[in-house]
């Protein structure tokens, strides 16, 4: 059924190609699937779902396919969005993104503007101070680990990271505040783009709303960028 759903969601690639991705590395499996909708489950986390549709009542019949409760989907498109509201009016989304993509397929130079090599486990702490857009611990030493998180080094201080999230897209990029404006944060995120690039993967990034210096920096980079914020991670209400 993959190749079924790949096919519905290429005639959209640019606001689906991290769900195509997904599949491509079997970080998520197809759960519901018609000429309208697609939904996908993430792999590795409970209840986390992702929608994209035509229309929002082919969203609702595809949200409905799940026996399992789900607390978070992804939905891809106002279509999408408007499912999610209708269905479970109670989950919210307090960020959405942009969705970017390299559609490169050669890797470009990196600047010398920094050593960068696998992060160190010792150095938790550094992520954990100036990385907020996770809250739980395990999942960064889980990155760690697994060796998708990278380091920076200027002069042999560490000046930041970046790495790739547990679903494949790239992201936790952050250049500590007595470093930046050194191109640093270019060459941590085309060195990861090189990494992707060299395991056959689509390199592709979320951008929150309103993060104009990340959104610079995908353009800079030669990533095609969606145009207004049409991927919404939706999350149930706290218990």
């Known amino acids: ?31 519901y699937l018609s000429d ?3 939904l996908l489950e993430g792999a ?40 999610v509201k209708r269905e479970r009016p109670s989950f919210d989304c307090k960020r959405p ?3 970017a993509y390299y559609p490169g397929k050669e890797p470009q ?12 486990i010792e150095r938790l702490d550094a992520v954990l101070a100036h990385y907020d857009n996770v809250n739980d611990p395990a999942y960064i030493v889980c990155r760690i680990e697994a060796g998708e998180l990278f380091a920076g080094y200027y002069d042999g201080e ?18 500590f505040e007595p470093f930046r404006r050194l191109h640093i944060g ?16 689509v390199p592709y990034c979320h951008i929150f709303e309103g993060n104009e210096p990340s959104l610079n920096l995908q353009k ?16 149930a209400p706290r218990e």
């Open 1 to 31: 059924m993959n190749e079924q759903a790949i096919a519905y969601l290429e005639k959209n690639l640019s606001l689906q190609i991290d769900l195509i991705e997904m599949l491509r590395r079997g970080r998520a499996g197809v759960r």
């Open 36 to 38: 309208h909708a697609c």
């Open 44 to 83: 590795g986390r409970t209840g986390y779902v992702l929608l994209a549709c035509d229309d929002p009542a082919s969203g609702q019949e595809a949200l409905r396919s799940m026996e399992a409760p789900y607390r978070l989907v992804v939905a891809h498109g106002r279509a999408a969005w408007d499912a």
């Open 97 to 99: 993104c942009h969705l």
């Open 109 to 120: 130079p990196v600047p010398k503007a920094c050593t960068i090599a696998p992060y160190p």
């Open 158 to 175: 560490l000046c930041g990271f970046i790495g790739f999230h547990d679903d494949g897209s790239m992201g936790m990029l952050e250049v």
């Open 186 to 201: 270019y060459a941590l995120e085309q060195n990861l783009i090189n990494i992707a690039l060299s395991r056959g993967w």
């Open 220 to 235: 800079k980079l030669g990533l095609s960028v969606t145009p207004a914020c049409e991927v919404a991670w939706m999350h």
